[in-house]
Structure formats: structure tokens, C-alpha cells
């Protein structure tokens, strides 16, 4: 009996505290989020007043439930910046975790195929940029981008270019930003995947007569799509809601998101509005992932 008592408490250990940390760190605040984006904006601290309130007595309440409304959610899609915001930041997140792939697919494919000796080092040397502050890296690239930076010098230096180019505040300045700083993301899982490859299935092909770039297309890809998936993730979902890239190295014309939650939040000081955009921007990522982690779960239960 103490046996069983054991066995169940480490497992509600194991499955509860992952749950509990998700209750007080995501769904409450997603809570308090929600309720915010129901209230309305006024000149106050915090600057909403709710408009359900059981502190006025329960005639008063159930008369706040008559009137009760989505007028928030409705002004975004009545106002064009917010959806255009949505559209331009998606757009933005995807063409960047794209660039991410195509630079990070043969990053993690050279790590998995190089030497045991030397994997560690180039792990290291993946995980590097993390031990500088994520602030201070964007910063740095502001010094290599604008006109009299760093890479205008090289390429005036080598004579690529005549004249300095612009491209700091531009949305060529905030594809960089991002392929930078979340290529970690990309390139981490998508190396765990390819690194734990069986050597021999691309031998077996080779034999059968598949040349070295069948052979990658028909095994190597496939095997590595869940590490493809995982990284492409972790790269456009942070990239959708950023804000600091597109504030320091975009321009004005750089429209995302994050920049306009940040302006209703601190500089129209509208709570409400600001709530509702990101219960939106939530609802944008999170129903496309668990779609697809359905989906996923199925495909799997198809194999087995």
C-alpha cells in the first residue's frame, strides 16, 4: 500500500508541477489579460474600470451583464492599423523564419556531420551570443548597419559599392535582426534530429545506387522535419510579437504588432484595446499550433 501511495505521488508530482507552473504563469495572467480587454478605458490608476462588478450589489451586476459587450474586439476590426498590424507582422515572421531555415538547415546539417571531436566546440559556438545580453547584440547591430557602419565600409573598401547603402530602418534591417538573433532557436533542435540519423540508412541508399542528393531528399529531410517543425516554431512565434528589433533597427513604415501593443499600452494609455490585441496575437498562435499537434498526433497514430 505505502508502495502504491509512492508510485501515485511521484506521478502526480511529475504530471502536477508542470501543470501548476502553467496555471500561475500562463493561464491566470491570461486571465487577468482577458478581463481587462472586457473593461474600459478611464482616468485612473490602473487606467480601466471594469464593467462587471459584484461590489455594486446583484441588480446592479446583472444590469452590467445585459449591457455587456465586445466593443474592444470590434474597434480592431473596425481600425485598420491593428489588422494591419496582424497581416504585416505575420508576413514579417515568416519570410524571417524562412531566411532562418535556409541558413540554419546547413549550419545544423555541417554540426551533425562534422567530427565527434568537434560538435561540442561548435555547439558552443552556437550557444555563444546567449551569454551577451539580447539588447545590447541588437545595439551592436545599429554600428553595423547604418551608413557609416561597418558593412558599408567593407563593401565600399572592396569596391562592391559606390555609395553607402541604407539599411538601417528598414524592413531589410529587421530580417537580419531576427534571422540573428533566433538562429539558435532554429538551429538546436533541427541538430538533435539530424545528429541522432542512423549513418547506415544513408549507406544502404548509396548502395542501391541513390546519389548523395536523392539520398538527402528521400531520408535525411524527412527524418529531420520534426526537428524542422520544432525550430520553425520557436523562431515565428517570438518573431510575430517582437518588439525591440523592429523599435531600433525598423523604420517608420516597419509596422508589427509589438510596436503597436507598446503605443496603446504606454502612449495611449488603453488598457482595454492593449488587452484585446494581445488576447488576439494569442489566439493567432496558439490555435495554428495545437491544429497542428492534432494533427501531428494523428499522423502518428496512422503508424503505429
Same mark, same amino acid.
Given at each position: 500500500?505505502?508502495?502504491?501511495?509512492?508510485?501515485?505521488?511521484?506521478?502526480?508530482?511529475?504530471?502536477?508541477?508542470?501543470?501548476?507552473?502553467?496555471?500561475?504563469?500562463?493561464?491566470?495572467?491570461?486571465?487577468?489579460?482577458?478581463?481587462?480587454?472586457?473593461?474600459?478605458?478611464?482616468?485612473?490608476?490602473?487606467?480601466?474600470?471594469?464593467?462587471?462588478?459584484?461590489?455594486?450589489?446583484?441588480?446592479?451586476?446583472?444590469?452590467?451583464?445585459?449591457?455587456?459587450?465586445?466593443?474592444?474586439?470590434?474597434?480592431?476590426?473596425?481600425?485598420?492599423?491593428?489588422?494591419? %498590424? *496582424? @497581416?504585416?507582422? =505575420?508576413?514579417?515572421?515568416?519570410? $524571417?523564419? #524562412?531566411?532562418?531555415?535556409?541558413?540554419?538547415?546547413?549550419? /545544423?546539417?555541417?554540426?551533425?556531420?562534422?567530427?565527434?571531436?568537434?560538435?561540442?566546440?561548435?555547439?558552443?559556438?552556437?550557444?555563444?551570443?546567449?551569454?551577451?545580453?539580447?539588447?545590447?547584440?541588437?545595439?551592436?547591430?545599429?554600428?553595423?548597419?547604418?551608413?557609416?557602419?561597418?558593412?558599408?565600409?567593407?563593401?565600399?573598401?572592396?569596391?562592391?559599392?559606390?555609395?553607402?547603402?541604407?539599411?538601417?530602418?528598414?524592413?531589410?534591417?529587421?530580417?537580419?535582426?531576427?534571422?540573428? %538573433? *533566433? @538562429?539558435?532557436? =532554429?538551429?538546436?533542435?533541427?541538430? $538533435?534530429? #539530424?545528429?541522432?540519423?542512423?549513418?547506415?540508412?544513408?549507406? /544502404?541508399?548509396?548502395?542501391?545506387?541513390?546519389?548523395?542528393?536523392?539520398?538527402?531528399?528521400?531520408?535525411?529531410?524527412?527524418?529531420?522535419?520534426?526537428?524542422?517543425?520544432?525550430?520553425?516554431?520557436?523562431?515565428?512565434?517570438?518573431?510575430?510579437?517582437?518588439?525591440?528589433?523592429?523599435?531600433?533597427?525598423?523604420?517608420?513604415?516597419?509596422?508589427?504588432?509589438?510596436?503597436?501593443?507598446?503605443?496603446?499600452?504606454?502612449?495611449?494609455?488603453?488598457?482595454?484595446?492593449?488587452?484585446?490585441?494581445?488576447?488576439?496575437? =494569442?489566439?493567432?498562435?496558439?490555435?495554428?499550433?495545437?491544429?497542428?499537434?492534432?494533427?501531428?498526433?494523428?499522423?502518428?497514430?496512422?503508424?503505429?
Amino acid at each position: 500500500m505505502n508502495a502504491l501511495k509512492r508510485i501515485f505521488g511521484a506521478r502526480f508530482v511529475l504530471i502536477g508541477v508542470p501543470y501548476l507552473w502553467l496555471l500561475a504563469l500562463f493561464f491566470i495572467p491570461f486571465l487577468i489579460v482577458l478581463k481587462i480587454s472586457f473593461s474600459e478605458p478611464a482616468i485612473s490608476i490602473p487606467p480601466y474600470s471594469p464593467k462587471l462588478d459584484v461590489s455594486n450589489g446583484l441588480v446592479a451586476f446583472w444590469q452590467q451583464v445585459r449591457e455587456f459587450g465586445f466593443e474592444n474586439y470590434v474597434f480592431l476590426f473596425e481600425e485598420p492599423l491593428f489588422y494591419r %498590424s *496582424y @497581416l504585416s507582422s =505575420l508576413i514579417i515572421a515568416g519570410i $524571417a523564419t #524562412l531566411m532562418t531555415l535556409l541558413i540554419g538547415y546547413p549550419m /545544423a546539417y555541417a554540426m551533425a556531420r562534422a567530427p565527434r571531436s568537434w560538435r561540442a566546440i561548435l555547439l558552443m559556438l552556437v550557444i555563444l551570443p546567449f551569454w551577451t545580453s539580447f539588447l545590447i547584440r541588437v545595439y551592436a547591430w545599429i554600428g553595423i548597419l547604418k551608413k557609416e557602419g561597418l558593412l558599408n565600409q567593407a563593401l565600399l573598401a572592396i569596391g562592391v559599392i559606390s555609395e553607402p547603402l541604407t539599411i538601417l530602418n528598414t524592413n531589410a534591417a529587421v530580417y537580419i535582426g531576427i534571422v540573428y %538573433s *533566433y @538562429l539558435p532557436f =532554429l538551429v538546436l533542435p533541427l541538430y $538533435a534530429s #539530424l545528429e541522432r540519423m542512423d549513418d547506415s540508412l544513408l549507406e /544502404a541508399a548509396q548502395d542501391l545506387g541513390c546519389t548523395q542528393l536523392k539520398a538527402f531528399w528521400t531520408i535525411t529531410f524527412p527524418i529531420s522535419l520534426p526537428g524542422v517543425a520544432a525550430g520553425c516554431f520557436l523562431v515565428f512565434i517570438p518573431a510575430v510579437g517582437e518588439f525591440v528589433i523592429p523599435d531600433l533597427l525598423g523604420g517608420s513604415e516597419t509596422l508589427m504588432i509589438g510596436r503597436t501593443l507598446w503605443v496603446e499600452f504606454f502612449n495611449n494609455r488603453d488598457w482595454p484595446v492593449a488587452s484585446a490585441v494581445a488576447v488576439i496575437l =494569442l489566439l493567432i498562435l496558439v490555435v495554428p499550433i495545437a491544429l497542428f499537434q492534432n494533427a501531428q498526433a494523428r499522423a502518428e497514430e496512422k503508424v503505429l
